[in-house]
């Protein structure tokens, strides 16, 4: 690849990250860079169509450069970006060490630790990644206690699994949907196998619920027995809609006193949006602020 060819990737490679907002932009020229010498180095060994593993081209790097952790860090966080989000490749062309480091199905620890790196790759929730590593422990466990250790895992096994937590675990519509999200990712995105048909997996039924509304005097009679902060906190998370997690990330900058306005970012789904500043706390929360 010549040097225009290359710059032309990067360029786009840079426009890409910035469009995606998948880093910092004050990262884009360094993740630009750490491409440009893998592109450089797998040009050298003729390896750039090959998805040349990642550890490889770092190696290099500490044998030839001595160069702190966060910056070896840093390179494998962009050329895995550049391979799987720009590029199109799979988890495992970019994360795998060599042929014979492939996980394999019996290596539950060395499956976890990958799938945990794809997760955090694909820049999910860390409550999301929990929930999926759970669930890939538990289908592991299920799979070994039928079977054993050694064999393989197929299609078959997470409709077994997932038949298993309908029938004999009972467990809710929810619940199940999230562990077959999770045995999905773990077989297309970690294995890369196919899971196949799973229309005749037996599926927890979803019953209808009614949602649960406080009325207004039930909510003025539960502010009366609070006091302090954790009433500010509940008159927040009521009057603005911010679920939990987004009050506890919530910083000075995210409260706009003149406009009324809090601005939430990275909620579900990672989307920032804006909600209402409740009138009825905007005094107590700026001196809450002011006092700490």
């Excluded at 990642?54 to 030839?64: A, C, G, I």
């Excluded at 060599?98 to 630790?113: G, Q, W």
């Excluded at 048909?197 to 009614?210: C, S, Y």
Aim: hydrophobic share 40%; charged share 25%; with cysteine.
């Amino acid at each position: 690849m010549g040097f225009l060819a290359n710059s032309s990737i990067l360029s786009e490679f840079q426009g890409f990250l910035r469009s995606r907002k998948l880093v910092p932009e004050k990262n884009i020229p360094y993740f630009a860079c750490w491409v440009s010498k893998y592109i450089t180095y797998c040009n050298k060994t003729n390896q750039l169509d090959k998805s040349k593993p990642v550890h490889e081209f770092v190696d290099s790097l500490q044998k030839t450069h001595k160069i702190p952790d966060w910056q070896i860090h840093q390179a494998k966080q962009a050329i895995q970006v550049y391979l799987v989000n720009f590029k199109g490749k799979t988890i495992s062309d970019a994360l795998t060490l060599s042929d014979k480091d492939i996980p394999k199905l019996s290596d539950v620890s060395r499956i976890i630790e990958e799938m945990k790196r794809s997760i955090r790759l694909k820049h999910y929730s860390l409550s999301t990644e929990r929930n999926y590593l759970e669930w890939a422990k538990r289908f592991f466990g299920y799979v070994h206690e039928i079977r054993g250790a050694e064999t393989g895992f197929t299609a078959d096994d997470i409709k077994q699994f997932l038949s298993h937590l309908a029938i004999k675990r009972r467990v809710s519509a929810s619940t199940q949907n999230q562990a077959f999200n999770a045995l999905l990712f773990l077989f297309r995105d970690v294995l890369r196998q196919d899971v196949g048909n799973l229309g005749d997996t037996v599926r927890a039924k979803r019953g209808t619920r009614l949602p649960v509304v406080l009325s207004i005097d039930e909510v003025k009679a539960l502010f009366a027995n609070m006091s302090g902060t954790n009433l500010l906190i509940a008159q927040v998370l009521y009057g603005s809609g911010l679920r939990l997690m987004e009050l506890a990330r919530m910083r000075v900058k995210d409260v706009d006193f003149d406009m009324n306005v809090i601005t939430v970012r990275s909620g579900k789904g990672d989307k920032d949006r804006t909600t209402v500043l409740p009138e009825s706390v905007r005094g107590r929360l700026r001196n809450h602020l002011e006092r700490v």
